[in-house]
Antibody, heavy 121, light 107 residues
């Protein structure tokens, strides 16, 4: 079955960068977009961007342009999301999620289990 | 960027009752690109509805979506215990995906 498994929790200091991984299995890795979404404690969902691993095409949310980088490794079927210049308001659970279908614009299904990133001095 | 406003913020109901959740877009959007998700505490979101009215795989038929233009809704016909959760709408029809702020359905 389709599965996305994310890396473990991270604790970072303000100003640092964090890289979260998302390992995919059970489907053709190069065919579907992977999206990244975060959720601050007690808050709603916020989209960071997406990557198409097959062609390394990325789209980032305007809010995160210049601070987020998404990459993919087809040999390991893994997508990475790196966020730089971390501040306390970047403390959140970060999720990866696959596009439901092949098209450019699709809902997200399924989702990874989430990775807690804590930014604290 | 499409802004999605969900209402109410919290819906207090009992098992067996009907729940109707609203999602209003800041401008007209294609119903082909409106989704609903359910999130239980400590869990990732789960896709319920895509294309405004199509149920995702494995979603019970007590969940239904409708709407067009700027006004969309999610209806849960008869609430069951596992339906008490937070629900989010999402627009995914442009290169900037957006979510609504969520509606909590509580007992």
């Amino acid at each position: 079955q389709v599965q996305l498994v994310q890396s473990g929790a991270e604790v970072k200091k303000p100003g640092a960068s964090v890289r979260v991984s998302c390992k995919a299995s059970g489907y053709s890795f190069t065919t579907y977009y992977i999206h990244w979404v975060r959720q601050a404690p007690g808050q709603g969902l916020e989209w960071l961007g997406r990557i198409h691993p097959g062609v390394a095409f990325t789209t980032y949310a305007q809010k995160f342009q210049g601070r987020v980088t998404m990459t993919g490794d087809t040999s390991t079927r893994t997508v990475y999301m790196e966020l730089s210049s971390l501040g306390s308001d970047d403390t959140a659970v970060y999720y990866c999620a696959r596009s439901r279908g092949y098209a450019d614009y699709e809902a997200s299904d399924p989702w990874g289990q989430g990775t807690l990133v804590t930014v604290s001095s | 960027e499409i802004v999605l406003t969900q209402s109410p913020g919290t819906l207090s109901l009992s098992p067996g009752e009907r729940a109707t959740l609203s999602c209003r877009a800041s401008q007209s959007v294609s119903s082909a690109y409106l989704a609903w998700y359910q999130q239980r505490p400590g869990q990732p979101p789960r896709l319920l509805i895509y294309g405004a009215s199509s149920r995702a795989t494995g979603i019970p038929d007590r969940f239904s979506g409708s709407g067009s233009g700027t006004d969309f809704s999610l209806t849960i016909a008869r609430l069951e215990a596992e339906d008490f959760a937070v629900y989010y709408c999402q627009h995914y029809g442009t290169s900037q995906v957006t979510f609504g702020g969520g509606t909590k359905v509580e007992i």
